[in-house]
């Protein structure tokens, strides 16, 4: 029977960048994939792109009311998938995470979800705390602190200013002035610490 596999870290540990090359290497040996992807999460519509420069197209974008089910059976009509390559799953809701387990065990397709465990106020996201209890595989994605210790948190800067308060979702990209960095959860402290910080 086919797995629910979750594999989650801070930002930049490459979640993205990993499934952009699974999609490859499934793609090069001539196996079918389908890719899932949050709309409110791409910086490029229609794909799904990494910090390292690569990108590869969404089959299936996803807002809070898509039933991905649904939607999956719609795109793939009697074709036979090999895999399902899911980005940003933390954005997604609990009910769609459902929906991916559902195509895991019911349809005996892999599902293979990446994204993030927890957001800028160390909150499990919804899609993620319920990945964490349906996955039959959980991998934690390494990625380091600037001070050189493991990252385990995700801390947000707008405008320079440490900013984890409200809006808890805020998308990065060349327009606006926000920026996230992966952080030790001892730089998490002394960064909310800083003047002018915001934090709730």
């Known amino acids: 029977m086919a797995k629910l596999n979750f594999r989650y870290g801070a930002m930049n540990c490459g979640k993205s960048d990993t499934m952009i090359s699974a999609a490859y290497n499934y793609t090069e040996n001539g196996l079918a994939v389908v890719t899932i992807m ?3 999460a791409m910086r490029k519509p229609g794909f799904t792109t ?3 420069g690569k990108e590869w197209p969404v089959d299936i974008a996803t807002n809070d009311e898509t039933a991905i089910r649904e939607e999956y059976h719609r795109f793939i009509g009697e074709r036979l998938i090999h895999c399902v390559l899911v980005d940003e799953a933390n954005f997604m809701t609990p009910e769609q995470i459902d929906d991916l387990e559902k195509i895991a065990k019911l349809d005996d397709t892999s599902v293979i979800a990446y994204g993030l465990r927890s957001d800028v106020q160390r909150r499990l996201f919804a899609g993620s705390q319920r990945l964490f209890e349906l996955s039959d595989n959980i991998d ?3 990625t380091m602190c600037t001070c050189g210790r493991q990252a385990e948190y995700n801390g947000r800067f707008v405008n320079g200013g ?3 308060g409200e809006p808890i979702v805020m998308i990065d990209n060349d327009q606006t002035s926000v920026r996230y960095q992966s952080m030790c959860a001892n730089c998490y402290h002394d960064n909310s610490q800083s003047p002018g ?3 709730a």
Do not use: D
């Open 50 to 52: 990494s910090r390292a």
């Open 197 to 199: 910080a915001i934090t």
């Open 38 to 40: 949050p709309e409110l």
């Open 162 to 164: 440490f900013h984890v």
């Open 140 to 142: 934690k994605m390494i």
